[in-house]
């Protein structure tokens, strides 16, 4: 345990428990001190759980995945948000949110790479896990770190059920008006008060709106494309996700194509609009992809850069939601839906190509961003050992489709962005990271020049240097701004520097501006609810809605 500089491994084998020390440490198990667990490397025990993917994720896969993870439901919201707010807040919101994404999710990648004895990535640690290390277990362990790593655990299975419910209603309302496009119809099963079928036809919208108690064809039909994807591991997930990119490159620009046909009218969404208030929960909401980064670091190939699969990624998908939000509100006068895709599906007046292109988006795009967040909370349920493996395939793959059932058919989706933006999503991305990057920092420094007793310094020493320089020292994951490479003369060992800002600095900086931008857009809301008496979130109407039956 002093070797490792890790007091969790000496509690680990003092209670006896050897799954977790295989899991979290890999290197034990499988090297020369494996004879204290009485395991052999691929045997029992000593094996890493079949329910976690294998370090198999290359550059490529890596990109598509954070494109896909990064643009999601949002994006079909911003036509809608540009005419009500104008061009210039949204814009900007989505820039400066672009950035900060990237550096936290940097960030947060850096922070469990400085978890002792993960250097390289090798043992498994998800964000709740990592939260854990750092606030309640680590050097860096705070009076009251156990609080903050519980909240930690709500706010992050919030975040990402929250993504998956709002891609679940949006591909279940465009399913059901492909349906009904192909066939001149669709059906549902309504449950309640009483069993019966109803048909819907094509319509701006859902077509069976007010009906809250049933389900619906396509309902059915993405729940069956998505469960299977859902069930296997990330790295698993592959060509599905390739599919998914390619799709969303094409029928993105055969939109912006036909947006372009329709004509471009600047005065349908000028400089400046007359509506912010949920200009700051939206925007949040489309970059609310950050604590995918540990389930994506923990499988992807060593060979693969953090930065460079990064940065091009969610640069391209501020690219694309801008372009497509701008061109959209220009394009469409008087956009009445939230949804852009379900108001081109109802026009008579829409091609056949844009109704291809929307359908294709839906199918391609939406629904293949469900499964990789619902892996996600399946991992972090695991390896926080909330559960095992069967219980958290149902709270990570089953119940975000139960709790959907009741949002799919009333005015739901536009109420879950904001109120799920405001509560959870700009904490756990945008302000853990940057904490989690700063208390990493100030481990190492605490374990390579220790000041007590305490902390046993020969060994420490000599671990701490060869755990922060890494292995090979090609896998530097903060920015190039902040850092540089020096490579020792004597030893010929690459040892990372600081340059301009330093990266505590940074990650200070960074937390304080969502701070800020957080609390501005909770005190919003509760500025229209308590002086204007109006609900611009309007939680209140959605429960009235949802738990209302249908007369």
Excluded at 324 to 342: C, H, P, Q, V, Y
Excluded at 454 to 466: A, L, Q, R
Excluded at 476 to 497: A, L, Y
Aim: a neutral charge.
């Amino acid at each position: 345990a002093e070797y490792m500089g890790d007091p969790n491994l000496l509690r680990k084998i003092k209670n006896d428990d050897v799954m977790g020390v295989a899991s979290d440490f890999p290197d034990i198990v499988e090297g020369e001190h494996s004879s204290l667990l009485g395991v052999k490397d691929g045997e029992g025990y000593g094996t890493i759980p079949d329910y976690y993917g294998k370090k198999r994720i290359g550059f490529l896969y890596s990109v598509v995945l954070h494109v896909n993870n990064c643009m999601g439901p949002a994006m079909v919201i911003f036509p809608l948000l540009f005419q009500q707010a104008g061009f210039v807040a949204p814009i900007l919101i989505l820039s400066l949110l672009f950035v900060l994404s990237s550096f936290c999710s940097s960030m947060v990648c850096e922070a469990i790479r400085q978890i002792p004895g993960n250097a390289q990535f090798k043992r498994r640690k998800e964000f709740n896990a990592t939260v854990k290390h750092y606030f309640c277990d680590g050097p860096t362990r705070i009076r009251g770190g156990v609080f903050v790593y519980r909240i930690c655990q709500i706010f992050f299975n919030v975040n990402l059920q929250a993504l998956n419910i709002a891609s679940i209603i949006i591909g279940s309302q465009v399913m059901d008006n492909f349906i009904a496009w192909c066939f001149g119809k669709t059906f549902a099963l309504q449950y309640i008060p009483s069993f019966q079928f109803l048909q819907g036809t094509v319509v701006e919208g859902d077509p069976f709106f007010g009906n809250y108690f049933c389900i619906s064809i396509g309902f059915v039909a993405s729940l069956v494309i998505c469960i299977p994807m859902a069930i296997i591991n990330l790295d698993d997930n592959k060509w599905f996700q390739y599919i998914s990119c390619v799709v969303l490159v094409a029928t993105t620009g055969a939109l912006l194509g036909y947006f372009c046909s329709l004509g471009l009218d600047v005065s349908n969404a000028p400089a400046f609009g007359t509506n912010y208030s949920k200009v700051l929960g939206t925007c949040i909401f489309a970059y609310a992809f950050v604590v995918s980064m540990p389930s994506w670091v923990n499988e992807k190939q060593p060979s693969v850069n953090v930065n460079l699969a990064i940065w091009p990624s969610t640069g391209l998908g501020f690219i694309l939601k801008a372009i497509f939000g701008l061109l959209g509100a220009w394009a469409i006068a008087n956009i009445s839906t939230a949804n852009i895709m379900e108001l081109l599906t109802s026009q008579h007046s829409s091609p056949f190509y844009a109704k291809l292109a929307v359908y294709a988006f839906n199918v391609g795009t939406i629904i293949p961003g469900i499964p990789p967040f619902c892996i996600m909370v399946r991992y972090n349920l695991t390896n926080d050992k909330l559960c095992g493996n069967a219980a958290a395939v149902f709270w990570g793959v089953i119940a975000p489709w139960i709790f959907a059932l009741f949002f799919c058919h009333g005015k739901g989706f536009m109420y879950i962005v904001n109120w799920s933006a405001l509560i959870s999503m700009g904490f756990i991305n945008f302000v853990i990271p940057p904490i989690l990057y700063k208390m990493a920092q100030d481990q190492k420094k605490l374990l390579l020049q220790p000041t007590d007793s305490s902390v046993p310094f020969d060994t420490t020493m000599h671990h701490m240097k060869e755990l922060y320089n890494g292995d090979d020292g090609n896998d530097t994951v903060m920015p190039p701004c902040m850092v540089k490479q020096h490579i020792d003369e004597k030893t010929g060992r690459v040892e990372t520097i600081e340059r301009g800002m330093s990266g505590r600095t940074l990650a200070v900086a960074i937390a304080w501006v969502m701070v800020l931008l957080i609390l501005a857009s909770i005190g919003n809301a509760l500025y229209f609810l308590i002086v204007h008496k109006k609900d611009i979130v309007n939680a209140t109407m959605l429960f009235k809605q949802i738990f209302r039956l249908p007369s």
